[in-house]
């Protein structure tokens, strides 16, 4: 079981997924702003995925300059999962948070040295003792320009862990595929449940 819990699925073999979109209340528990848009004009999207996305999504809504987030699921093969089927290992996704930012307020580099610092990008399918595939680390690019900066700052910050002692860099940086919604009782998980589990955590190794 654990062996499978590590390795994404065949295609073929994933779960089916279905056609119909999940339903979410469309506010931000916090900040009362829309999650699914439309977004004011000049609004920005980036995508990451960092272990459980309850902490990896507070890590993003405390920053200035970020409008709205959401959690949800991608890299996977089916369409709306639950968030049962992904955590099957079934499904091939990620839990990831996606951002609203404001690049006149916040850069896209200062979101990677969030994403850098705030979790493990060594461990492969888990992040601290959050096992599968659902908990790996992952950028999610929109434009060229997100490509570029994502691969440099991950050689960037590469050295800086092989100087600590850390291992190789596992995150995977690709397009970003499609994003599903997760359920409602997911969405800023932690601001609605203060005491909740975050098992989010860092090397310590400051980023550029």
């Known amino acids: 079981m654990l062996s499978r819990k590590l390795q994404l699925p065949d295609p073929t073999k994933a779960l089916p997924g279905r056609k119909t979109a999940m339903a979410i209340v469309n506010r931000h528990f916090i900040n009362a702003h829309p999650v699914q848009g439309p977004f004011p004009q000049g609004m920005q999207i980036a995508m990451f995925g960092m272990g ?24 996977g093969f089916s369409s709306n999962p639950s968030y049962e089927e992904v955590c099957s290992g079934m499904t091939g996704h990620n839990e ?3 951002v609203i930012f404001d690049p006149d307020i916040i850069s896209y580099e200062k979101l990677l040295t969030v994403f850098w610092e705030s979790h493990n990008p060594t461990q492969g399918m888990r992040q601290g003792n959050d096992v599968g595939t659902q908990y790996r680390s992952g950028i999610y690019v929109y434009n060229n320009e997100q490509g570029e900066l994502a691969r440099t700052s991950c050689q960037n910050y590469l050295q800086r862990l092989q100087t600590a002692g850390y291992a190789s860099i596992t995150t995977e940086i690709t397009d970003a595929p499609d994003f599903y919604f997760a359920e409602t009782y997911h969405q800023q998980y932690l601001a609605k449940n203060p005491g909740g589990y975050c098992g989010l955590g860092g090397t310590g190794v400051r980023c550029s």
């Open 52 to 75: 459980c996305f309850w902490g990896a999504e507070r890590k993003f809504w405390e920053v200035e300059g970020v409008y709205s987030t959401a959690v949800g699921y991608a890299g």
């Open 96 to 98: 990831v948070v996606r």
